[in-house]
């Protein structure tokens, strides 16, 4: 079924190469970078390759300071507290992997928390002997203070460090991590925050936050390059902390920063353009990335809204909980299909078959529930919002 024209995308859209067949409403999975900063990825490359050994061994590490100090300063951290790695994913094996558990140490994660983190808590547990801990809170959810509330019924004697998202990626939820971090902290608990949602969706301010370990990609929504993520540790933490690769440096090298400098010769343009982003957000409205974010989550809000209504169904969680997404419950079939993170679901296929619309639709929850996930980037309209319901229940919902 082809439905033309399709909606039009806003007039921020001639900033990014997104194809104009496809009603893009997923910038959350994996992010989409706009062509100017693209093309300032491509000048780095050419600096890197028009003299290797000028730019690695010369130039790079002025770069690479810059880069850092300027994401240091838009997420209220300390230049010498944060470092590049690839993705929030690999921040979180680092972490994990430099700390020393023994058995009955408990690991305390909630049963919001994405599918890859929990597959490394499952990998820490069954080398080392450490429990799991799952605090549990529903979805659709009336109040925020049930999720601090859920996380601290779960902690014990044993609670070494607690792994919170701070916006959920199935159900989009903006968790109140400083609260649940000063809880936490209260009870001598370390807590690492996966914040992949966060950078460029919600103002940051990690050294206010004060978790000991914090983590946030920058392919999201800052809209940078793949391949560059930052990871914070609180000074105190450091000496623990060790790369995934040891390279020159070595593994206990004094600065912090020193280890996770050079892990071998790689394609370092991917963490030099965030810096480029931050300017690029800023030069874009005279409010600056406070503006942009701003926008995008009133057009989340509006989207939510206007889907609920054509749908009949109320809103799933207060407003404060939504940045830049929103999750949506939908009406789950009698069969669930097998679900695997190498292909999307039947339900996201038909809808890009059908009305050529990308967005996520997933299984969460136990039993697993049908949720369906918008995301709200400057380049996305109200007409495409209005399309995609109009889609859901005409064609693929006919029982709303």
Known sequence: MVHSPLPSPSSFASLWNLDPDVVFLNHGSFGACPHPILERQNIYRQQMEQEPVRFFIRELEPLQEQARRTLAGFTGAKTDDLVFVRNATEAVNTIFRSLRFRPGDEILITNHIYGACRRIAEYISGQTGARIREACYPFPLDDSGRITAAILQQVTPRTRIALIDHITSPTALVQPVDEIVRELDQRGIDTLIDGAHALGSIPLNLDAIGAAYYTANCHKWLCGPKSAAILHVRND????????????????????????????????????????????????????????????????????????????????????????????????????????????????????????????????????????????????????????????????????
Request: a neutral charge; proline letters at 10%; one cysteine or more.
């Open 237 to 400: 933490k450091q000496k623990e902390i060790i790369p995934l690769i040891i390279s020159h440096a070595g593994a206990r090298a004094e600065l912090f920063a020193e280890r996770f400098y050079w892990p071998a010769t790689y394609d370092p343009s991917p963490i030099l353009c965030p810096a480029d982003c931050v300017g690029f957000g800023n030069s874009l409205f005279p409010g600056g990335w406070t503006e942009w974010m701003d926008r995008n989550r009133k057009l989340t809000l509006e989207a939510r809204t206007l889907l609920c209504s054509i749908m009949g169904i109320p809103l799933p969680c207060p407003d404060n909980l939504i940045a830049s997404m929103a999750t949506l419950p939908l009406p789950t079939p009698d069969i669930i299909p097998d679900i695997s993170y190498k292909r999307t679901g039947l339900f996201q296929d038909m809808l890009i078959n059908r009305h050529h619309i990308e967005v996520p639709a997933w299984f969460w929850g136990g039993p697993p529930r049908q949720i369906l996930r918008i995301s709200a980037q400057l380049y996305n309209s109200m007409e495409q919002y209005r399309y995609l319901g109009e889609a859901l229940v005409s064609n693929l919902l006919p029982g709303l």
